[in-house]
């Protein structure tokens, strides 16, 4: 069964950062792409980073030079490091796979981007 759990979210001031964290089981995550999306209050669902088996990753321009996605194939785990947050970065924060046909999202972890 696949598993993932997210964490690492919270409050921070405008210009901080904060480093997420998606801890996987019933998948290997070297082994497949791992994809980071988010979803902010009255809109879609959108993709902030991903990375793909070979290591290869790809940001949209709303992430582009602020978040970096990394893989600790040691711990199962995919992290995603944030850095100049602005209020427009809140939104809840999900860690997802495509397995087979299925995709499969963690529960989210909230991030608050305000002064």
């Known amino acids: 069964q696949v598993q993932l759990v997210e964490s690492g979210g919270g409050m921070v001031q405008p210009g901080g950062s904060l480093r997420l964290s998606c801890a996987a089981s019933?998948?290997?995550?070297?082994?497949?792409?791992m994809d980071w999306y988010r979803q902010a209050p009255g809109k879609e669902r959108e993709l902030v980073a991903s990375?793909?088996?070979?290591?290869?990753?790809y940001y949209p321009i709303s992430a582009e030079g602020r978040f970096t996605i990394s893989r600790d194939n040691t711990k199962n785990t995919v992290y995603l490091q944030m850095n100049s947050l602005k209020p427009e970065d809140t939104a809840v924060y999900y860690c997802?796979?495509?397995?087979?046909?299925?995709?499969?999202w963690g529960q989210g972890t909230q991030v608050t981007v305000s002064s």
């Open positions: 997802t796979t495509l397995v087979m046909v299925r995709r499969y």
């Open positions: 019933g998948v290997i995550v070297g082994a497949r792409s």
């Open positions: 990375i793909s088996s070979g290591g290869n990753t």
